[in-house]
C-alpha cells in the first residue's frame, strides 16, 4: 500500500490501529473538541475558502466530523474531512501525491486545489504519526507559482490511538509567520462502516 511505500521502516513503527488506519480505504466519525481560526486580517481567505473545500470561517466546540479517506491504487490518497457546525456544514478536502520513484509526497488542498505543499513524516514514541508541511505554491489549474515563506501556511498534525479510550486522537495547527494562527483543531474519532 501507499504509506508502506512512502514511510518504509517508519510505517512498522507506527501502533498497529494506525498502520490499519493507513491502509486505504478508511471511514471514521468523531468529534472535534475544539476548533480555532486565527487572525481577522486573513477573514477573507476563510470566506473563500469555504467556496473550494479548504479553510471556512467557523470555530466552535465539540464539534461532530467524518473522515473518508480512499486511494486511486496508484499515487494518491484523497481525504475528506466534513465538520457539522450548529448553522453551516464544512468540508475540508486534500489530495496527497506521492512520488514513488523518490519516496516523497505533496498535499493538494482544496477542491478544485488552490495551494500545494511538501509534506514530510515522523513516528512518535508512541506509535503516532507526525505530518508536517513545507514550501508551497500557490495553484491556478496546471500551473503552480512558488509562494514566499512569509506568505506560507505552515502546519502540523499529529495522530495517534488512545489505548484506554479505544479512539483514534488528531491534533493539528498551522500558522502564518505574519498573521499567526490560521486555524487549529483537537479531536478524537473511531472506525465507521463506509459511507
Not at 509534506?119 to 507559482?145: M, R, W
Amino acid at each position: 500500500m501507499i504509506y508502506q511505500s512512502l514511510l518504509g521502516k517508519q510505517f512498522e513503527q507506527l501502533h498497529p490501529k494506525l498502520q490499519h488506519r493507513y491502509t486505504m480505504p478508511f471511514y471514521a466519525k468523531g468529534l472535534m473538541h475544539e476548533i480555532q481560526t486565527g487572525s481577522p486580517f486573513i477573514k477573507p481567505v476563510y470566506l473563500l475558502g469555504k467556496y473550494v473545500n479548504f479553510l471556512f470561517p467557523e470555530n466552535g466546540k465539540n464539534i461532530p466530523f467524518t473522515l473518508k479517506n480512499t486511494w486511486d491504487g496508484k499515487d494518491t490518497v484523497i481525504f475528506e474531512r466534513t465538520f457539522y457546525f450548529p448553522a453551516a456544514t464544512r468540508t475540508f478536502t486534500t489530495a496527497m501525491h506521492v512520488n514513488l520513484n523518490n519516496l516523497t509526497a505533496r498535499d493538494y488542498l482544496g477542491k478544485p486545489a488552490i495551494v500545494s505543499a511538501d509534506l514530510e513524516f515522523f513516528t512518535t514514541k508512541d506509535g503516532g504519526l507526525i505530518t508536517k508541511s513545507g514550501a508551497q505554491k500557490l495553484v491556478a489549474g496546471t500551473v503552480e507559482i512558488p509562494l514566499p515563506s512569509i506568505l506560507e501556511g505552515r502546519g502540523s498534525a499529529v495522530e495517534s490511538f488512545d489505548e484506554q479510550k479505544q479512539m483514534y486522537t488528531i491534533e493539528i495547527a498551522t500558522y502564518n509567520h505574519l498573521f499567526g494562527k490560521i486555524v487549529s483543531y483537537i479531536g478524537e474519532f473511531e472506525e465507521t462502516e463506509p459511507f
